[in-house]
């Protein structure tokens, strides 16, 4: 009986061991399909979120969201571009131009429009690589991003991507960012490689006009010209006087501040360019009979003999804050101009056409003007100017119009309208106006040049400001920020430590 009793224990023992063992095993492989369950749910939600994602900006600033300029750009047109980033990791807006180009690719995706690859290469560390690209698209410097679609190449240098302030800091000069303009400069390159065609801008001369050639602060319009090339644009001069009419290839033609009266022969051209659906950017400044008076008042504008001012400190300067309803102030949101003691404009025909009879209408708007507490001044020489009651007027004030004919609402045509934009102010784009003035300036003339050449989708991208934290600490706070960063928060710690050992201890 006890050997039975013996027997049927230790029967009873291996069953327990073998249930435990498969116990064990059951736990394990438990553990095993779970891990690989989570391994398999993780890569099914990784791969939903790389092919079903979404992006917030959460930088307050939003400092690399796209404008919807360039999304209009991406959404617009079709193909792909190739982008290779020749940029050294320790440039100072290599970050910046990484995460910019990471906005092209993401919005190209959603457009549905272009498509954008973007390539990084390190000059320093990847050399064979390097080479083989640089042998490719022809570079031979360092930081330089190129843009490339069906063999059109554009070349962005980094000195393209940021604005830069000096100041004299003792005897060293001192530059500080004042804003990235990684965006104009990536979208006008994207633009001239897509569409491959550039528009060409001629200035007029022979009397007396602003020279794109000249770099004096007040009469050059050297620092517009490089402008104006930078945004994929072909800038040439005319002389009327050569020729007996305004080339084929002139998509428009700006006359910039003529202190001469042009002649009737040149004004017919011009007259005869514009029948032709011909673009005008026409630059008037004070006290100027420039011999395009009857051709301004046949499009409904008629200069005065008056300047507009506003409330400024020296009463010379119109600051212009807020614009009329038109494509060339849409992008101006935010963005202020300054003119130049500006000659006022005014309108002697105006109005939407409503059908196809009234397709030879002009229709004028007004782009800038002085806010009712300004006035036009009709004495020059007063200084500074002050509102006469029996003389002056009171504003608005127009400084700027457009004028545009042959647009029917309502009905789709293939002729192109003919367009023109006056300014009262020649001045504003001068070198030292874009040099010491304010930063809109460039804008509203892009816009208007743009709008002219039908290129609405980059009108004026402004560059961003840096976003600079300030922290502004006496010495009494920065003594306590000092005690609590280098002393309190190790003390903290070893306190913490000191606690941890006592407990362990008892």
Known sequence: MEANRSIGQQRDGRRGIWRQRGLRFAAGANVCVSVLLAGVLAFMVNYLAFRHYARWDLNRNSYYRLSGKTLNLLRGNRGHVDVVVFFRKSHALFEDVRNLLKEYVAAAERSQGLTVEVVLVDPDRELSRTRE???????????????????????????????????????RAVKTLTGFAGEEA??????????????TVYFLTGHGERSIAEYARGAGYSSLARIMRRDNMVVRTLLLGETVRVPEDCSALVVAGPDRRIARGEADAIAAYLARNGRLLLLVDPA???????????????????????????????????????????????????????????????????????????????????????WEEMDLRQTPPRFDEDVD?????????????????????????TRMVVVGDSYFVSNGALEGGIGGNIDFFLSALNWLLEREA?????????????????????????????????????????????????
């Not at 991003?145 to 991507?161: I, M, N, S, T």
């Not at 006008?188 to 490689?193: D, E, L, N, R, T």
């Open 186 to 199: 990536f979208s006008c390159a994207i633009q001239s490689v897509v569409q491959g065609v550039r528009p």
């Open 288 to 374: 100027t009979t420039t011999g395009l008076e009857d051709l301004m008042e046949e499009w409904g504008v008629r200069p005065g003999a008056g300047v507009v001012v506003g409330l400024t400190l020296s009463g010379r300067e119109l600051i212009v804050p807020r614009y009329g309803d038109h494509p060339i102030t849409h992008s101006l949101e935010n963005v202020s101009t300054m003119f130049y003691m500006p000659r006022s404009l005014e309108v002697v025909g105006s109005g939407e056409p409503d059908d196809a009879a009234q397709a030879d209408r002009a229709c004028v708007t007004v782009l800038a003007a002085n806010t009712p507490e300004g």
């Open 393 to 417: 007027r009171r504003g608005p004030v127009p400084v700027a119009v457009a004028v545009e004919k042959g647009v029917v609402s309502g009905i789709e045509v293939e002729i192109q309208p």
């Open 133 to 171: 690209m640089a042998q490719k698209y022809d570079v031979h410097q360092a930081n330089v991003v190129v843009f490339e679609c069906q063999g059109r190449r554009k070349y962005v240098e980094a000195d393209r991507l940021a604005n830069y302030e000096y100041s004299l800091s003792g005897s």
């Open 458 to 506: 980059l009108m004026g991208i402004s560059p961003k400001p840096p976003g600079i934290l300030r922290l502004d600490m006496d010495r009494r706070r920065m003594r306590s920020a000092f005690g609590i960063i280098v002393a309190g928060v190790p003390a903290l710690a070893a306190l913490a430590g000191l606690g941890v050992w006592l407990r362990r201890r008892v």
